[in-house]
């Protein structure tokens, strides 16, 4: 059986090939025990000179983040369990990094304090990602959808002035339009679906409501097409949240938006089960190779560079993973492509 020192020194090693994590030991006076070598890759500062001079760490704190870390120390120095708290340092070379930092006190059986472990974890690239996704979503939400709503609102008086041919190109002008006003809306949701906690957690979600809802506005953006419902809506709860919703419409506008046929239609059916709800989105379009069922959802190449038919197929996918659901595609019985969604009842 291996050592308690081998198994000592097989632990250590492991904690100095973390990538991007610095993991320390504090004593109760102020001094560290043990520094990993992730330290140094993520301050800039061999873990040597920590050691022999502790006061420095606190320097190395972003000026402004300083009196939060100092609180958060003292916090875990006066009986909190466990602290965990977000902030910058500043490396040698002026380079600003951000941390998530864990704070475990580790206390004797009279409840006096040994030692802390801290837990250091280089985020920089995430907060640019966030920092990148909220100009994105700011974008979206205020210039390009703002100014796109202007210009249809003109588009739609001026069509009420034109007619034959002039209408005619009018009336493109404005189906793309919406089509644009849509986009934004679909980058929208997942840019939220991304950066948003309250996007996050799954909850029961009443099915009805959302789809007569998406249904009402399909039509309204849609009159040329016909939307046809296969039995009624199912008045249950499913697993799901706020952004349910943007599901049933990416995947009816997918149906109208790849439909090529004269007179296209939309049908939406359900089959109730004791543990799933399915809802399936059939149209009478071209239809999806084989070839391409899979990788429809982005499931090779995810992200906004997704190989499908863009970001509006890799959100419904990413949702309904989260809520425990599952999408596929498979062929119309007649003609087209139908979506068939199988989402967990929560009734």
């Not at 644009?180 to 909850?203: F, G, N």
Request: hydrophobic residues 35%.
């Amino acid at each position: 059986m291996p050592s308690t020192q081998f198994r000592t020194q097989e632990v250590s090693t492991l904690i100095d090939h973390l990538d991007e994590t610095a993991i320390w030991i504090a004593t109760d006076m102020g001094e560290f025990g043990f520094i990993s070598d992730g330290f140094e890759e993520i301050w800039g500062i061999a873990s040597d000179e920590i050691r022999d001079a502790p006061e420095r760490l606190i320097e190395t704190i972003h000026p402004d983040d300083r009196d939060y870390v100092r609180s958060q120390i003292e916090q875990s120095e006066e009986g909190v369990t466990e602290v965990r708290y977000e902030a910058r340092i500043v490396r040698p070379d002026g380079e600003v990094r951000w941390l998530k930092t864990q704070h475990v006190p580790i206390r004797d059986d009279e409840g006096n304090l040994e030692c802390v472990v801290g837990i250091s974890t280089d985020i920089t690239a995430q907060k640019r990602r966030e920092r990148e996704l909220e100009v994105l979503n700011r974008i979206l939400r205020h210039d390009i959808r703002n100014d796109m709503t202007i210009m249809l609102g003109w588009a739609e008086i001026l069509n009420e002035h034109t007619e034959g041919s002039e209408r005619e190109y009018l009336d493109k002008i404005i189906t793309s339009g919406r089509h644009v006003v849509e986009l934004t809306e679909i980058a929208r949701d997942y840019v939220e679906q991304l950066t948003s906690e309250k996007a996050l957690p799954v909850k029961p979600t009443s099915l009805r409501p959302i789809v007569e809802n998406e249904l009402d506005l399909r039509r309204a953006s849609y009159p040329d097409v016909e939307f046809l419902l296969d039995g009624d809506i199912p008045d249950v709860d499913v697993a799901g949240n706020e952004l349910l919703g943007s599901v049933i419409k990416n995947l009816l506008n997918n149906a109208v938006q790849h439909n090529d046929e004269d007179d296209p239609v939309v049908t939406i059916s359900f089959e109730v089960g004791d543990e799933d709800v399915v809802i399936r989105i059939a149209d009478n379009g071209p239809g999806i190779p084989d070839e391409r069922k899979e990788s429809i959802f982005g499931k090779d190449e995810k992200g906004l560079d997704s190989s499908g038919t863009g970001i509006g197929l890799y959100l419904v996918q990413t949702l309904v993973d989260e809520y425990g659901g599952d999408v596929r595609v498979e062929d119309n019985e007649s003609d087209g492509a139908a979506f068939v969604i199988r989402l967990p009842r929560a009734d």
